[in-house]
C-alpha cells in the first residue's frame, strides 16, 4: 500500500521560504512521476509543479506559470522523497499542498498537471503566506 506523507507546511512573510518534503512509503518507485498540487479555500485543486524519471532518466520538471522561477521541484531517491522549495512565497500561494504519485513515467505537460493522472495522494499540508 502506497502512502504519500507531506510535511513542512507552515506560517511565513511575503517573500520568505519554505521546503515541503513528500515521503513515499509501501512502494519504491523505479519510474514515477511525482507533482504537486495546491487547494485554496472554495477554489479547485490546481497544479503547482512535477517531477518525472525512469530508469533511462534522471528526471524532467514542470512548473504552473505562477510559480516558474520561484519554487523548485526535486527528488532523493535514497529518501524516497520529493521536495518543493518555495521561495520569494506570496499571499496567494495560501493554500493546502497535496503530493500525488503515479507508477506511471510521463513526459508530457498536459499529463503531468492533469488530475486523473494520479493514483495515489497525500493528505496535504498547510501553507500561509502574510502580506
Known amino acids: 500500500q502506497v502512502q504519500l506523507v507531506e510535511s513542512g507546511g507552515g506560517l511565513v512573510q511575503a517573500g520568505g521560504s519554505l521546503r515541503l518534503s513528500c515521503a513515499a512509503t509501501g512502494h519504491t518507485f523505479n519510474s514515477a512521476t511525482m507533482g504537486w498540487f495546491r487547494q485554496a479555500p472554495g477554489e479547485d485543486r490546481e497544479f503547482v509543479a512535477a517531477i518525472t524519471w525512469s530508469a533511462w532518466s534522471s528526471g524532467s520538471t514542470y512548473y504552473a506559470d505562477s510559480v516558474k522561477g520561484r519554487f523548485i521541484v526535486s527528488r532523493d531517491n535514497a529518501k524516497r522523497t520529493v521536495y518543493l522549495q518555495m521561495n520569494s512565497l506570496k499571499p496567494e500561494d495560501t493554500a493546502a499542498y497535496y503530493c500525488?504519485?503515479?507508477?506511471?513515467?510521463?513526459?508530457?505537460?498536459?499529463?503531468?498537471?492533469?488530475?486523473?493522472?494520479?493514483?495515489?495522494w497525500g493528505q496535504g499540508t498547510q501553507v500561509t503566506v502574510s502580506s
Open positions: 500525488a504519485a503515479t507508477e506511471r513515467a510521463y513526459y508530457s505537460a498536459t499529463n503531468t498537471r492533469t488530475l486523473g493522472t494520479y493514483d495515489y
